[in-house]
Structures are given as structure tokens and as C-alpha cells.
């Protein structure tokens, strides 16, 4: 059953698709501010002196500017989907028009019988957001076009960033060699 909105395939029909595209590259660009950048190469010099690449406080710093600035409302979604789920075995048709009057912006195709439940949320463009299957332990979080394009992007940052940092280390290291051994004074 598909309750709320226009259904996934609905959407790409009419041309939903290159708007999540187009929504997408907006909400990164927004999202990937000249401060934010640079956080991310400081962040990248930080791990490159430490030797570790996209250390625990860079992956936290791009989790929670996505999850600020890119990610949608996942929680509310889930939530709702989660409430309904839990009766559908027992009350099926009244929960199928509980779930007509739930979902407001957001779609959900669920299916389930009394051995099991499978559930999607959609985002009002027709993107998925999460899945939910009660066989194969409970919800997934689908990274929307948005949050991958953000991923991506901000990876690019970093990792320039880092190598950056790891040659100026590699030359200053090569750099203080010399200088250290024209230094010795050795008499006999």
C-alpha cells in the first residue's frame, strides 16, 4: 500500500528525478561554506601530522554539518511508521487508514501480514529515505542524492587537504636531514 503524496515512480515520471538532482547540488553548495572548508583542512593537516586519515573528529565534524544543513527529517518519518507497524499484524485495515492521514509530505509503501512487515518512506520529491524489513533487523537509513553528493564532495576536501599536509611533513622531513647532520662537529 502506498499512502500520502505522489509514489516514487510517479515522480520520476514527471520529472522529479532531475529535481532531487538539481535540490540536491543546492543544499551541499549551502552547506559547504568557506568556514566549514576550512574545518575540514584544518582537521585534515591535524590527522596528517597523527598519520591517520579522516580521523574520528573530521567524520563527526561532516556528520553533523550533513545532518544540520543536507540530511532531511528522518526520525519523524520512522517514528509514525514504526507505531503504525507495530498493530498491522493484528488490525490491518485500520491501519491502513491510519497510515492515509499520517505521512503529510512524506510517502510510505507498507506491506506486512502477520509473519512479518516491510515498509519505505519517501520524501515529498519521491526519494527514498529509509526502509524498514522486521526479517532483516529493523530500519535502513538511504542516503538521499543530497547527502551523497555532500559525502563525496566533502571527502574531496579533506583528502586534498591531508595530502597536502603529509608532503609539506614529507619536505620539512627532508628538509631538517641535511641541516642536522651539517650540524655535527666531529674532531678526533
Known sequence: MQIGGL???NTAKLGGASNIQTSAKKAVRNA????FVKQIQTLAREDAEKGVCMDQGYLQLRDAQM???VSPDRSGP????NSVMKGLAQEQERIKVY??????NCSAKVQGDSIGQTAEIYSPEGEILASYNSFGGGWT?????????FINET???YMLAFREARTEM???AQGQAPADTAALDIRA
Not at 520512522?78 to 511508521?81: C, G, P
Open 7 to 9: 509514489g516514487a515512480s
Open 32 to 35: 559547504i561554506a568557506d568556514g
Open 99 to 104: 497510515l492515509e492521514r499520517l505521512m503529510g
Open 170 to 172: 614529507k619536505t620539512a
Open 141 to 149: 537509513i538511504i542516503p538521499t542524492k543530497a547527502e551523497s553528493i
Open 155 to 157: 571527502g574531496d576536501i
Open 78 to 81: 520512522m517514528a509514525q511508521v
Open 67 to 69: 545532518k544540520k544543513y
